[in-house]
């Protein structure tokens, strides 16, 4: 059974991520590719494995500050093999790990196995701790960073 991600987000949700686990500085999730997420070759799109990561990593620094929102200040990513679409429904398996925090910013890392447990991508980032993502007056809209 997959956990609550703690916020309401639409392109997480579009794409089908779920989340395992969220604790102590590590997550572990899921992401199982279809077609439509999938580049010319019949794998994983770049954007896709890349927004995996992105996500892989923000839930690791925030299962440390579950009280606070999370935006990627920078990250960067390796390739090691293709990510492969699921085609007998076993997902790709996103692990994080929060290296270090201080009270606003948060360094982490991140990757990503096929279902033979085979490397296939990894990534550093840094994300910045912000006030949560709802609003005191409940519209939408950019959140500060400063």
Same mark, same amino acid.
């Given at each position: 059974?997959?956990?609550?991600? #703690? !916020? /309401?987000?639409p392109f997480?949700?579009?794409?089908?991520f &779920?989340?395992? =686990?969220?604790?102590?500085?590590e *997550?572990?999730?899921?992401?199982?590719?279809?077609?439509?997420h999938c580049?010319s070759?019949g794998?994983?799109h770049? #954007? !896709? /494995?890349?927004?995996f990561?992105?996500?892989?990593?923000a &839930?690791?620094? =925030?299962s440390?500050?579950?009280d *606070?929102g999370?935006?990627?200040?920078e990250?960067k990513?390796s390739?090691?093999?293709?990510?492969p679409?699921?085609?007998?429904g076993e997902?790709?398996?996103g692990?994080?790990?929060?290296?270090h925090r201080? =009270?606003?910013?948060?360094?982490?890392?991140g990757?990503?196995y096929?279902p033979?447990?085979?490397?296939?991508?990894?990534a550093?980032?840094?994300?910045?701790?912000?006030?949560?993502?709802?609003?005191?007056?409940?519209?939408p809209?950019?959140?500060?960073?400063?």
């Amino acid at each position: 059974m997959s956990l609550d991600f #703690g !916020a /309401v987000i639409p392109f997480v949700h579009h794409l089908g991520f &779920t989340l395992e =686990r969220f604790d102590g500085g590590e *997550s572990l999730l899921h992401f199982a590719p279809r077609p439509e997420h999938c580049n010319s070759f019949g794998v994983a799109h770049g #954007g !896709a /494995v890349m927004t995996f990561l992105d996500v892989i990593m923000a &839930t690791a620094a =925030r299962s440390a500050n579950v009280d *606070s929102g999370i935006v990627t200040i920078e990250m960067k990513t390796s390739f090691m093999r293709p990510a492969p679409a699921s085609k007998s429904g076993e997902p790709l398996v996103g692990k994080g790990k929060l290296l270090h925090r201080t =009270r606003t910013m948060a360094f982490v890392e991140g990757a990503i196995y096929d279902p033979a447990g085979q490397l296939c991508a990894t990534a550093t980032g840094t994300f910045k701790y912000v006030a949560p993502a709802e609003r005191p007056d409940h519209t939408p809209g950019p959140l500060p960073t400063d």
